[in-house]
């Protein structure tokens, strides 16, 4: 992986984000975690994630101790960039063990599929771009995330499904995306007896609940007992950052701002006033909230509203007939009317949908016509995160390949 070459010298700004934040839960104690402003990159991501920079500070602080000083700002010696980069790479055995488990787990006639899917998951240029290059720990996350579908496979294994995803969302709330569809499944194949509507399993319920109550507690209790959860939350939800993100993803709004840019040129020549505030804004949800200069305003409950709606239909059937196949296809269809309709949404999480949905395509030739343009698409959007000359090559020719490779293997695969 591109982690390993010093000769990729590219660190974005979520390198400085995450050195920031091994800084902040190494010297700081844990109260004073989500009010330290000394970066412009404060930790704004849920306390397990927190809890797992400072795990990794302590080992920090016996290869490069400055880099754990608040004050360092944009340290990056090459010790800290090794040390950082490798623990990408090494908490990405999650994601390996999650899809070895996929594999084994497999049934028999599936093997072969199943294979394939998971290697092209391991390999995906997402990660490559986002983790390797960019710099985030996606790897490690969507390992959690797999591991937990796996787990889903087994009514055995049900309940250490949804404990995991709660672990998952205490690490980053990101995944509240997908929240909809492990909340139907898991009311409708393990709190409510099968092959019933209304007959509660009470005794499943209450593990749930407990297991559910119990990671919360670890993740949140010590800023809830120091009173700081609106503080807490402030930070994980900043509302005002806009609709749109910095780089626009590809989606609804994308195409709504883009819709208001071209009205907000073009009116005025008609003759139509136009708001000016808004024509100085040149990139909506960069810094705070911006108005549109033609089209209504969005709110956040409309997105929600919206985004809530679109889910519905995959809901509906997964409530009716919850096997895994329907509810790995709900998944990714909650991921995507999230992806689509969200409020403030990144680029990086088309992921959300490409990764789940990566483990149907192959299984239908129906789900792989959906998928070929999803995966080009969506891959070739997170270019501009990585912008400079030098990692041009290693992100195209490596997508182009890994297109031309795994899109040409789930042909040949999937059904007919």
């Known amino acids: 992986m591109a982690a390993l070459y010093p000769t990729l010298t590219h660190k974005s700004t979520d390198f400085e984000v995450h050195r920031n934040w091994l800084a902040v839960t190494s010297s700081l104690p844990v109260k004073q975690w989500y009010f330290e402003n000394t970066s412009q ?9 927190a809890y797992f920079e400072w795990l990794l500070s302590n080992i920090a602080m016996l ?23 490798a623990t990408v790479v090494v908490t990405e055995l999650v994601l390996l063990y999650a899809l070895n488990l996929y ?5 028999a006639a599936q093997k072969r599929t199943s294979q394939v899917a998971a ?19 996606n790897g490690f996350l969507y390992g959690i995330l797999v591991l937990s579908l796996v787990l889903a ?72 007992y120091y009173g700081q959860m609106d503080q807490l939350l402030s930070r994980l939800f900043p509302f005002s950052r806009g609709l749109c993100h910095a780089y626009w993803a590809p ?17 005025p020549k008609l003759g139509y ?28 409950r409309t997105t929600f509203i919206l985004t809530l709606a679109s889910q519905l239909i995959c809901l509906s059937k997964l409530f009716l007939k919850p096997t895994w196949d329907l509810f790995v296809g709900a998944v990714t269809l909650c991921g995507y009317a999230s992806f689509l309709f969200g409020w403030h949404v990144h680029e990086k999480a088309i992921l959300l949908v490409i990764i789940p949905f990566s483990l149907l395509a192959v299984k239908d030739r129906r789900y792989l016509g959906a998928f070929r343009p999803l995966a080009v698409a969506g891959h070739v959007s997170l270019f501009p995160l990585i912008f400079t000359v030098a990692e041009f ?6 997508t182009l390949a890994w297109l031309i490779a795994f899109l040409l293997a789930f042909d040949r695969l999937a059904p007919a």
Not at 283 to 290: F, P
């Open 41 to 49: 990159w404060t930790l704004d991501y849920p306390p397990l994630f």
């Open 63 to 85: 290869v490069d101790p400055p880099m754990l000083h608040v004050k360092n700002l944009r340290y990056d010696s090459w010790p800290a960039v090794y040390f950082q980069r």
């Open 103 to 107: 594999v084994q787990t497999a049934p």
């Open 119 to 137: 290697l092209s998951i391991f390999l995906s240029p997402g990660l490559l771009i986002i983790d390797h290059i960019h710099f985030q720990y």
């Open 153 to 224: 496979r087994g009514q055995s294994t049900l309940l250490l499904s949804g404990v995991l995803f709660a672990i998952l969302l205490c690490l980053k709330h990101i995944y509240l995306y997908l929240a909809p569809a492990y909340f139907v499944f898991l009311l409708r194949a393990y709190c409510l007896k099968q092959g019933s509507f209304f007959q509660i399993n009470f005794i499943n319920c209450l593990k749930l609940g407990a297991a559910l109550a119990a990671v919360f507690a670890i993740a949140f209790g010590p800023f809830a």
């Open 251 to 267: 989606n609804v709004w994308a195409m709504y701002s883009f819709t208001d840019r071209l009205c907000a040129q073009i009116l």
């Open 273 to 300: 006033r136009v708001e000016e505030s808004a024509l100085k804004s040149l990139t909506r949800g960069l810094v705070g909230d911006t108005s549109f200069a033609v089209l209504p305003e969005i709110t956040p």
């Open 393 to 398: 090559p290693v992100k195209t020719v490596y």
